[in-house]
Every structure is written in C-alpha cells, then in structure tokens.
C-alpha cells in the first residue's frame, strides 16, 4: 500500500530555513497533487500549499510568501522550505496526498506521511 | 481564528448519537464546495472520515455520515464507541483573497 515517509531538522533558530522532504513508496507519483499541512501543538490544522509532478504549485496565500514546494520525480519526493520562521512556525509539519475531487477547489487528502515536529527556538 | 466555524468540543454516551457541526460563509461552503472531515487520534496524523459532504472511505463504519446544507455542514456519529474519542476536522476551500483550501477549528469528541 502506499506510505509516506517525511523527514527534516527538527530545531531551528529565528530566521533560518526550514526544510522537510517527503518521499512517496508503493503507488503512482505522477497522479496526484501533493500537499504540506501542518499543525501547531494544542491547534488546528492549516494548509501550507501541494504540488505536482509537473511542478504546478498552488500556495496558502498567508505563507506564499515565504514558501517554496519543489518535487523530485526522479525519486518520487517532494520537498518543504519555509523561510525567515519565527516560534510562530512551531507545528507538526504533515505531508499528504491530495486525491482529485471534481473541481479543483474540492480535493480532499487521502493519505497522509505520520508527521515531524519542527520547534523554532533561540 | 479559522473561516469554518466548529464548536470546540462535544460529547456523548457510549451508544449514543453526537453531530458535529462546521460553519462557513458565502466564500466556503456556502459557494458550493465540497465539504471533508477527518478523525485525528491522540498523538497520530489526521485521517480521511468523509469526502464530498457525504461518501465514506472504504474501511470507515457507516456509523460516521456527513451532510451538507447551505453554509453548514455536519458529521453525524451514531452508536458512539470509546474508540471514536478524537478530534474531528471539516475541510473545505475558500475563494476569498486568492483562494485556500480551510480548515475549520476542530472539535474534540469525548465519549462519557
């Protein structure tokens, strides 16, 4: 069955880059779009922003700025940066496949990676 | 503050009935788009409970159903069990700004 397995630095300081990666096993890359959501401890979930195989991106317009999801399909892997973080980027970061819905605006996610705690903290 | 609206928490016997409610506006679900929920276990990533207001996964018992009505929508839980304990998500997307896919708050079953 498909997984998702996600990994990345755990501890950063102010300003610095985050970077999480996402890498897809069992099942088809090129179909999906492919999403990063993440999740404030004690808080709800936000939508970061998903990505093709081609590298058609759409982003959340609150973090575009400061986001950039790239993919590897040579490796099946898609990629996280976010920049410039401050202690309000503290979250479980998830990785999710997005599954194709009628229109655009109704896709849903299906299958999701199990999450990485990434902690901004001078 | 989150564009849907869920009520923070609900609960209920074992065996009984409980809804979840998920409020949007104009932009969201009131526009027509399609409304998901998911079930996030203590300590795990969230998991797909309805998709398209009403359609359950296969593997999701048919005691968790959804619908949809004007800018609201709902998730229903009957027989409830001590394993449906959890935090309940609705999703939808918003054309608001440039357009987002929301989530609403959550809201945290207890089960008594």
């Known amino acids: 069955q498909v997984q998702l397995q996600q990994w990345g630095a755990g501890l950063l300081k102010p300003s610095e880059t985050l970077s999480l990666k996402c890498a897809v096993y069992?099942?088809?890359?090129?179909?999906?779009?492919w999403s990063w959501i993440r999740q404030p401890p004690g808080k709800g979930l936000e939508w970061i922003g998903e990505?093709?195989?081609?590298?058609?991106?759409n982003y959340n317009p609150s973090l575009k700025s400061r986001v950039t999801i790239s993919v590897d399909t040579s490796k099946d892997q898609f990629s996280l940066k976010l920049r410039s973080v401050t202690a309000a980027d503290t979250a479980v970061y998830y990785c999710?496949?997005?599954?194709?819905?009628?229109?655009?605006?109704?896709?849903?996610?299906?299958?999701w990676g199990r999450g990485t705690l990434v902690t901004v903290s001078s | 503050q989150s564009v849907l609206t869920q009520p923070p928490s609900v609960s209920g016997a074992p065996g009984q009935t409980v809804t979840v409610s998920c409020t949007g506006s104009?932009?969201?679900?009131?526009?027509?788009?399609?409304v998901h929920w998911y079930q996030q276990l203590p300590g795990t990533a969230p998991k797909l409970l309805i998709y398209?207001?009403?359609n359950r996964p296969s593997g999701v018992p048919d005691r968790f159903s959804g619908s949809k009505s004007g800018s609201s929508a709902s998730l229903a839980i009957t027989g409830l069990q001590a394993e449906d304990e959890a935090d309940y998500y609705c999703?939808?997307?918003?054309?608001?700004?440039?357009?987002?896919?929301?989530f609403g708050g959550g809201t945290k079953l207890t089960v008594l």
């Open positions: 990505i093709n195989h081609s590298g058609s991106t």
């Open positions: 999710a496949r997005v599954q194709l819905w009628f229109g655009a605006q109704d896709w849903y996610f299906d299958l």
């Open positions: 104009s932009s969201n679900i009131g526009a027509g788009y399609d």
């Open positions: 069992g099942g088809s890359f090129s179909g999906y779009y």
């Open positions: 398209g207001n009403n």
């Open positions: 999703q939808s997307y918003d054309s608001s700004l440039s357009g987002s896919r929301v």
